[in-house]
C-alpha cells in the first residue's frame, strides 16, 4: 500500500506564495515519478505539474509556467510544489500524484489515468 500525504494548503491573497508538500510512503514504493493537480469547483482534475524519478525532467501546465516550481527530495520521497505569484484562478483542492515508473521521461504527464496512487488532497484559496 502507497500513501501520498499532501500539507501546506491555506488561504492566501493574491500576490503571495505559497509552498505544498507531499510525502509518499508505503513498503512497495520504491520512488518514481511524482506530481501535482488540482481540481477547482465546477470544474475537473486539471494537470499542474511532473517530475520525473530522477528529478531531470518537469513539465507544467501554461497555466503554471513561470509561477510555479515542482521539485523533490528523492531521499525522503517527497515532492514540493512552490507557488509564487498567486491568483484568484489558482483556488483549488490540489492533489499529489506518483508511479513506480523510472524513466526520465513521463508519457503524457497530464492524463489523470496514468498516475497509478494519489493523495486525499489540500485546500488552497487565493482571495483577490
Known amino acids: 500500500q502507497v500513501q501520498l500525504v499532501e500539507s501546506g494548503g491555506r488561504s492566501v491573497q493574491a500576490g503571495d506564495s505559497l509552498r505544498l508538500s507531499c510525502a509518499a510512503s508505503?513498503?512497495?514504493?520504491?520512488?518514481?515519478?511524482m506530481g501535482w493537480f488540482r481540481e477547482a469547483p465546477g470544474k475537473g482534475r486539471q494537470f499542474v505539474a511532473a517530475?520525473?524519478?530522477?528529478?531531470?525532467?518537469?513539465y507544467y501546465a501554461d497555466s503554471v509556467k513561470g509561477r510555479f516550481t515542482i521539485s523533490r527530495d528523492n531521499f525522503g520521497n517527497t515532492v514540493y510544489l512552490q507557488m509564487d505569484r498567486l491568483i484568484p484562478d489558482d483556488t483549488a483542492v490540489y492533489y499529489c500524484?506518483?508511479?513506480?515508473?523510472?524513466?526520465?521521461?513521463?508519457?503524457?504527464?497530464?492524463?489523470?489515468?496514468?498516475?497509478?496512487?494519489w493523495g486525499q488532497g489540500t485546500q488552497v484559496t487565493v482571495s483577490s
Open positions: 500524484a506518483a508511479d513506480g515508473g523510472r524513466s526520465p521521461n513521463l508519457q503524457a504527464p497530464s492524463d489523470a489515468a496514468r498516475w497509478d496512487y
Open positions: 508505503g513498503r512497495t514504493f520504491r520512488g518514481g515519478a
Open positions: 517530475i520525473s524519478w530522477s528529478g531531470t525532467n518537469t
